[in-house]
Structures are given as structure tokens and as C-alpha cells.
């Protein structure tokens, strides 16, 4: 089998500092990952040298995609880029408000992307943003209202709505369950685990919630000042953690 | 169908003056399909370690363990995750569950996972559930907030969802009533039947008693402990 993602010596500094220093691994269709680490360990520098938002110093990003087979994404062309941003990729951002456009409907954050890719239909677009608010339990008559009257949960719930309306084959999430409540970060996690399961997405997920990754990613990566500490099986990580800093990580975690 | 070779385990605690634990060395046995074998020992001589070497939550040091044609100690984590959705099932001690999901859905769970349709999976998973006295009224009930036993059943009916040819089972009569041990000894007796190969802990000698046909004693395994290499006075687990 191909890897969808295969990550190959990914380097990235800032001035003196360190990003992240070379990362690699191979992403498989289906597979869910997660990264941990304090902040500052280089998580989400990873995440947008893989994402195509920051140019890595070194390495490359190998996709798979669907026309040429795999290709590096660090070296293609910006419109190929960008397509494939449109299409294949989805980014889940921290911060609702980074990933919508704030100023319109929730319905036009949707389709937009579905007019990215060429629907014309008015019917249609408005049908499946519909259908999509309902997938990730928004009301439908909310459909044309705007995220500002929405509450932090319902514009997380909305981006991955907007995000995944396209049928994308690999899914990037920064930290999709910060600074939500427990009650609605359990809701969120199930439907993402859903979604997950039902359309064989292949998923990295950033967070510092062990519990969140132990629910959601196969595997885990343990990262620490911007290099690689431990990976493996999440549950092997979790429970048996090699590396100092996950035992440390580990035993860190307060118990409810 | 599970084959352990030579299989050793230390723990190596980084972060309390770099304490090296060995838990168990040399471990090799078989368990061949249809058969279901008791790990025993006392408590501290590495039955549960041991076992979950096996399902390769804990990384072993040395040593194979091969599920079928699979070694787990070798393998890359897809290659665990695959076995572990269609080969090797494992009910632990404990549930654990993605908070708001009806018990129902985590009984059919391991199912949809292996691709069965929704109806056959719900089908099964309210079959188990009634066998394991569990109320109607509490399948669209998310199990987090349910009794110790309880959950138990839950767990219990979850990991017998899919006929895995190889079974990993922690403690399975704990906390249970007499009525449910018995459904849980006949799922056992009915797992061996159809040719499943099971490792077991009990601490309940009749359950043991009746559904095991041969006990493997961890406690011979255990080395002298030792802090940082150098050995330690006694030998532990020698109470069989």
C-alpha cells in the first residue's frame, strides 16, 4: 500500500531556533495521528511546513494524490498547491474564526468551498451545506446566518463542516478541541470519530489532550523542542511511554 | 495460533532515579486455537503486564509474539491495529468509552469497524447485551454513568461482538453476579468451541477451574529485581 503522506526529514528554523528538526513518517489511508507536546515543542510548525502554510528549510512532504500519484508538495507549483488545499486537504484551525470567513452565512462558508471546486448549482450547493450543518448537528435554519451569532462550538462544528463538504482525503486539526467546554469537546469528539470511520479519512491531529488523542488517533508522536522523542501505537505510548519526557508527559496528567 | 518466544520485559522509569524494573524474562508458551490457558501468580508477578505485551499496549524488549503469522514485537503499529480489529480481541478491567455514545453503538462498535452493516452489527450487539441482563431501557444510554458490573457487561458484550480467533481476557467474572458469571463462562466455553485461543486471568478458582485447560504460572519467570542492574535481596512472586 502507498502511504497518502510521507514525511521525509521535515526541517524547519527560525533564525537560530529550532522548529522542528527532522521529522519524519509515512501516513497511510485511514490512519488517524496524533502529535503531542508542550507548546513550543514544535507541534504546530510541523503542522504548517506539512500543510504547505510554511516553507520547511529541508525534507519533503509527499502526497499521494489522485491525478499523478505521489508528489512533493513542498516542491509543486503554488496553483497545484492550492488546489489540492481546495480539494483533497482539509486544515481545521484552533480558532474557529481563522478557518471561516466571519462576514457571511453559514451556508456560504460551505459552499464556498463546494464553488471552489466548481458547483454552479445555487439549489444544490444550498442542499448540501444544508445537509452538512445537519451532519455536524446545526440546525438547519441556521443556515443563513452568520458565524458571529454562533457560539465557539457551533463555528468549531461549522469549519469542519466547511472543511470536509468536499470529500478531502487527508485532514489536519490544530488543537480542534481547545478552549471548549468538556461538554461540547466530548460532543465534537464523536462526531469527528464518526466522520473519521465513515469516510476513511487519514487524519493528524495536534493537541496537548492525551485523552483526546487516546480517543481519536491510532498512532502518536510524542515531540519535544522540535524534535521526534517517541512514537508508536497511541495506547503503547500512553501506557508504556519509552522516552523521559512521555513518562514525564504521562504522569503528568491529572486524574478526574 | 499465539506463540510467546523467549519474550522479556523491564520498565525503565526515567524520571525516579532511572529505575529498571524487570518484570518477567524467558517467557515462551503456546496456546494453540480451541484452547483457553490461565496465566496465574500473585499479584505484582506480571500476569497483566504479561498480557498486555500481547496486545502490544506495553513494548517488550526481546523476544516474539506471534498472533497467527504476525509478530506483535516486530510489527509496525498498522499492522497492530489491523490484527487487533479482525484477530485479536482484549477485554480489560476497565471501559472506556467515548463519553454521549449509546451503549449500543459501543457494543457494535468492533463490528462497524470490520466493515459489518449497521443492522447485523446492532443485531449482535442487542443479542449480547440482553444475554448479559443488561435493561432495555439503558442500550440508548451512554455506559459512563453505569455501575462498576455494569460496565463490565458492557465491556464484556463489546469484546465478544466479533468472533476475534484470538482473545485476551482481564479478570472477566470481577464484580459480576452469579447469573451473569454463568453467561460469561458460556460465551467463553462457546468462543473455545467455535476454535478461538484465549489467555486468561482469573482470581475466581471455579471460573478458572471450569473453562481453562491448563494454567501457566508467571510467577517462574520473574527475575531478581534489580535497581540499576545491581540485584535486589529477594526474589519476588515465588507464592504460586
Redesign the interface.
Known amino acids: 500500500m502507498t502511504p497518502l503522506l510521507s514525511v521525509q526529514g521535515v526541517t524547519k528554523r527560525y533564525g537560530a531556533q529550532i522548529g522542528c528538526a527532522d521529522v519524519s513518517f509515512d501516513l497511510?489511508p485511514g490512519?488517524v495521528m496524533g502529535i503531542v507536546g508542550e507548546s513550543g515543542s514544535g507541534k504546530s510548525t510541523l503542522l504548517n511546513c506539512m500543510a504547505g502554510h510554511l516553507a520547511p528549510d529541508a525534507g519533503q512532504v509527499v502526497f499521494d494524490t489522485r491525478a499523478d500519484g505521489p508528489k512533493d508538495t513542498v516542491t509543486m507549483s503554488e496553483p497545484e498547491r492550492r488546489m489540492l488545499g481546495r480539494t483533497d486537504w482539509a486544515f481545521v484551525h484552533q480558532h474557529a474564526r481563522d478557518g471561516l470567513r466571519m462576514g457571511v452565512s453559514a451556508g456560504g462558508n460551505v459552499g464556498e468551498r463546494l464553488m471552489a471546486v466548481g458547483a454552479r448549482h445555487y439549489g444544490d450547493i444550498r442542499g448540501k451545506a444544508t445537509d452538512w450543518l445537519e451532519r455536524v448537528e446545526i440546525d438547519a435554519a441556521r443556515v443563513d446566518d452568520r458565524p458571529t451569532t454562533f457560539s465557539g462550538g457551533m463555528q468549531q462544528r461549522l469549519q469542519i463542516a466547511r472543511n470536509l463538504v468536499t470529500g478531502p482525503r487527508r485532514v489536519f486539526m490544530d488543537e480542534p478541541t481547545g478552549g471548549l467546554d468538556v461538554s461540547v469537546q466530548?460532543?465534537l469528539?464523536?462526531l469527528l470519530?464518526g466522520l473519521v470511520?465513515d469516510m476513511g479519512l487519514s487524519a493528524i491531529i495536534v493537541t496537548h489532550d492525551l485523552a483526546v488523542v487516546?480517543?481519536l488517533a491510532?498512532?502518536l508522536m510524542v515531540m519535544k523542542s522540535g524534535h521526534v522523542v517517541e512514537a508508536?501505537?497511541t495506547?503503547?505510548v500512553l501506557?508504556?511511554p519509552?522516552?523521559?519526557y512521555s513518562?514525564?508527559l504521562v504522569?503528568s496528567v491529572l486524574q478526574v | 495460533m499465539i506463540e510467546l518466544k523467549d519474550v522479556s520485559k523491564t520498565f525503565t522509569l526515567h524520571n525516579q532515579g532511572s529505575a529498571v524494573i524487570d518484570v518477567v524474562s524467558g517467557v515462551s508458551f503456546h496456546v494453540a486455537a480451541g484452547e483457553c490457558v490461565a496465566l496465574t501468580g500473585a499479584s505484582g508477578a506480571g500476569k497483566s503486564t504479561l498480557m498486555r505485551m500481547i496486545y502490544g499496549n506495553y513494548l517488550t524488549q526481546a523476544g516474539a509474539i506471534c498472533i497467527g503469522d504476525v509478530d506483535i514485537v516486530q510489527a509496525e503499529p498498522r499492522e497492530v491495529i489491523a490484527l487487533r480489529r479482525a484477530v485479536l480481541g482484549y477485554v480489560s478491567q476497565f471501559l472506556r468509552v467515548v463519553p454521549r455514545v449509546a451503549t449500543l453503538d459501543v457494543v457494535a462498535d468492533p463490528l462497524r469497524a470490520l466493515g459489518v452493516p449497521a443492522e447485523v452489527a446492532a443485531a449482535k450487539a442487542q443479542d449480547l447485551l440482553a444475554r448479559l441482563n443488561i435493561p432495555q431501557r439503558l442500550w440508548p444510554l451512554s455506559p459512563t454513568t453505569f455501575s462498576g458490573g455494569e460496565q463490565q457487561r458492557v465491556n464484556i458484550a463489546r469484546g465478544f461482538a466479533h468472533a476475534y480467533p484470538a482473545l485476551l481476557l482481564d479478570e472477566p467474572t470481577a464484580s459480576l453476579d452469579a447469573t451473569n458469571r454463568e453467561v460469561v463462562l458460556s460465551l467463553i466455553e462457546e468462543a473455545k468451541t467455535r476454535g478461538a485461543a484465549i489467555i486468561g486471568i482469573f482470581h475466581d478458582d471455579a471460573a478458572r477451574a471450569r473453562v481453562c485447560d491448563r494454567e501457566i504460572d508467571v510467577s517462574v519467570f520473574a527475575p531478581g529485581p534489580s535497581i540499576n542492574g545491581e540485584a535486589v535481596g529477594h526474589q519476588r512472586g515465588t507464592a504460586a
Do not use: I
Request: proline fraction near 0%.
Open positions: 497511510y490512519e466530548a460532543r469528539l464523536d470519530r470511520r487516546r480517543l491510532d498512532r508508536g501505537l495506547d503503547q501506557d508504556d519509552q522516552h523521559a513518562q514525564l504522569s
